[in-house]
C-alpha cells in the first residue's frame, strides 16, 4: 500500500532550510493497522503529509498503491485525496463545522463530490458508535464524540488508506481506549490500512507494528508477537492474564544495507562516529574503534 524509498523533505526560506526527512524508507502492506511514533521533529507528521497529498516531497519515491506521490498532477492529486485517503486530524476545529449536526459534516464531503449517500453516512455513524446522537450538533457532543464524528467523515469516500494525526492526544484513557477499538474493528471488517502519527508510547500494544522515526529516518520497528506463537501478527491468545502479546524491536535494514543502530545502545559503547564489525558466521559485532595507535 505505501513505498517509501530515499523519501527527502526540505523547507526552505529566503535565510533557512530544514530537512524535515533525510532518506526514510518505508514500506506498508494492505491491511496493516500500525502506528509512527518519534519526538517533536523527528519528521512524522511531514511524512504523514505527504502520504495524505497535504505536502508534495522534495526527492525520494513515495508510491501509495498506484499513485507517485512525487510525480502526480495537480489533477491526479485531487482525485487521489478523493478516492484513495482519509485523513483524521487531532484538531477537531479542523474535522468538523460547527453548525451543522453529526449527520451533516459526514455528508458534506459527500456533497462537494457530488455523491451523497445518506444511508451510508448513516452507518458510518452507527460504526463509530453514534447512532443516537447523529442528529446532534457539535456544542452538544464530548471531545470524544467529535472525533468520533471526524472518524466517520474520513470513511465518507470509501478510502483505501486511512492516515490519523494524534487521534487520541486530546481524550481521556477510556475515549482513547474507544477509538482505538473502532479502528481495530475497521482494519478487521473492512480491511482498509490505517497508519496513526502518535506521541502516545501505549498505543504501541495496540497496533501490529509500531516504526519509530529519528532525524528524518525510520530507526527502529516493532511487531506484534504471541510469546505462544512463532508467528509474527499471530491473533493474541487468552489466559488467565488477559490477552499476552509482545512486540519484538528490529533494527531496520534499507534496500543498500544501511541500519540505524538505536542511540542508546550506541551510546553505551562510547561509539560516536565510527565503529568496528565483525562477522563470525552466525552474528554481527559492532564495537568501539581500536585504538590505531595498539
Not at 478510502?159 to 481521556?172: F, H, I, M, N, Y
Not at 490477552?243 to 551510546?267: M, S
Amino acid at each position: 500500500m505505501i513505498d517509501c524509498e530515499g523519501l527527502v523533505k526540505i523547507y526552505k526560506t529566503d535565510d533557512l532550510e530544514v530537512v524535515a526527512l533525510q532518506g526514510l524508507n518505508l514500506k506498508v502492506n494492505p491491511g496493516e493497522l500500525m502506528a509512527i511514533i518519534g519526538n517533536s521533529g523527528s519528521g512524522k507528521s511531514t511524512l504523514l503529509n505527504i502520504l495524505g497529498g497535504l505536502d508534495h516531497p522534495s526527492a525520494g519515491q513515495v508510491r501509495v498503491g498506484p499513485w507517485d506521490l512525487l510525480k502526480i498532477t495537480p489533477d491526479d492529486l485531487v482525485k487521489y485525496k478523493r478516492e484513495t485517503v482519509g485523513f483524521i486530524w487531532q484538531n477537531n476545529a479542523r474535522n468538523l463545522l460547527p453548525y451543522l449536526t453529526a449527520l451533516e459534516n459526514v455528508e458534506m464531503p459527500m456533497m462537494l463530490s457530488g455523491k451523497v449517500d445518506r444511508a451510508y453516512a448513516k452507518q458510518l455513524l452507527e460504526w463509530v458508535g453514534l447512532k443516537e446522537r447523529m442528529n446532534n450538533k457539535l456544542h452538544q457532543l464530548s471531545g470524544g464524540e467529535q472525533q468520533r464524528v471526524a472518524i466517520a467523515i474520513s470513511l465518507c469516500n470509501r478510502p483505501q488508506l486511512l492516515l490519523a494525526d494524534e487521534p487520541t492526544g486530546s481524550v481521556d484513557t477510556a475515549t482513547s481506549d474507544l477509538i482505538m477499538n473502532i479502528f481495530r474493528k475497521l482494519n478487521r471488517e473492512i480491511g482498509i490500512t490505517i497508519v496513526i502519527v502518535t506521541h502516545d508510547l501505549s498505543l504501541a500494544g495496540k497496533v501490529d507494528r509500531v516504526v519509530a522515526i529519528r532525524d528524518g529516518l525510520t530507526s527502529t520497528e516493532f511487531i506484534k508477537r504471541n510469546p505462544n506463537m512463532n508467528t509474527v501478527g499471530g491473533e493474541e491468545e487468552h489466559s488467565g492474564k488477559g490477552l499476552q502479546a509482545v512486540h519484538e524491536a528490529y533494527v531496520v535494514v534499507d534496500r543498500v544495507g544501511r541500519l540505524q543502530v538505536p542511540k542508546e545502545y550506541l551510546t553505551t559503547l562510547g561509539i560516536t562516529d565510527k565503529a568496528t564489525m565483525e562477522f563470525d558466521g552466525e552474528r554481527i559485532v559492532i564495537s568501539p574503534p581500536k585504538s590505531l595507535g595498539g
